[in-house]
């Protein structure tokens, strides 16, 4: 099954950083299969594909971390020891040589509940041991990828609050009141101008919202070409059949 894997990956998301040397600057590259795992309870298993496409060998060290939210919004992270079983990424420890690929094994056997369980998988890249006091200075990259473990019956509901506008940005607080995650790019905020055409469409960067938690996105720059045409501006989350919906009527403050 897990060579099968590379027959049906998504697209790759290729990553680099940059190796400054004395001599020639080489360059460490590498790509992930996903930015993203969602298990659900009839696959609770799945597998994270890395391939080197740079011209030097790269390692990896891979940790599991516990990932919830306080209700405010700010992230709490556990380190899970390496003997844990509640979420297992096997191996620990990865070597790529020039044009190699690796697989990491992400699985786990705890019971189905009615709340989705949140982790975070760290992919971090060891640097090379120095060699000397000319040696290579490598920037290295650390990826911390969300681990879904989906509830056996989902239920997505979400509600906006405190929406304003203050100098040509969005605020807006998402209060989740599902039991899986929101992610901030399921919003949708079109202006609309006085005969009601559409104007512009715009998406929040990427953020999470875990379930029950309420939390304040980061204020999401508006268009600046038509902000003086703008007469109101609907704001959605794109989650369910019956999407919640906030309208700012003559937002004030939508010009910088």
């Not at 599991?64 to 979420?87: A, F, K, M």
């Not at 509940?113 to 890249?125: G, K, M, P, Q, S």
């Not at 469409?201 to 953020?207: A, I, K, T």
Request: hydrophobic content about 40%.
């Amino acid at each position: 099954m897990f060579n099968r894997f590379w027959s049906f990956l998504t697209p790759f998301v290729f990553l680099s950083s940059l190796i400054l040397g004395t001599a020639t600057a080489q360059t460490a590259q590498y790509r992930l299969s996903a930015l993203k795992i969602e298990l659900a309870p009839q696959e609770p298993f799945t597998v994270l594909a890395i391939a080197n496409t740079g011209n030097v060998p790269l390692d990896f060290k891979v940790r599991v971390q516990q990932w919830q939210q306080r209700t405010t919004g700010e992230d709490e992270l556990h380190l899970l020891p390496l003997n844990s079983l509640e979420l297992v990424a096997f191996p620990n420890l990865l070597h790529l040589p020039v044009g190699g690929r690796a697989e990491i094994r992400i699985g786990h056997r705890l019971p189905t509940t009615d709340l989705e369980r949140t982790y975070r998988l760290l992919v971090a890249e060891i640097p090379p041991a120095p060699r000397g006091l000319e040696s290579e200075m490598r920037l290295v990259t650390v990826h911390s990828l969300p681990v879904f473990i989906q509830p056996a019956v989902i239920r997505r509901q979400g509600q906006l609050l405190n929406a304003q506008v203050q100098q040509g940005a969005l605020q807006v607080t998402v209060r989740n009141q599902g039991n899986v995650h929101i992610e901030a790019d399921q919003i949708k905020v079109t202006a609309f101008g006085e005969k009601g055409q559409r104007l512009f469409e715009v998406h929040p960067e990427r953020e999470y919202i875990l379930a029950g938690v309420t939390r304040s996105l980061r204020p999401m720059p508006l268009p600046q070409d038509h902000c003086g045409a703008v007469r109101s501006l609907q704001i959605v989350i794109d989650i369910a059949a019956h999407s919640p919906i906030t309208q700012i009527e003559r937002p004030a403050g939508i010009c910088r």
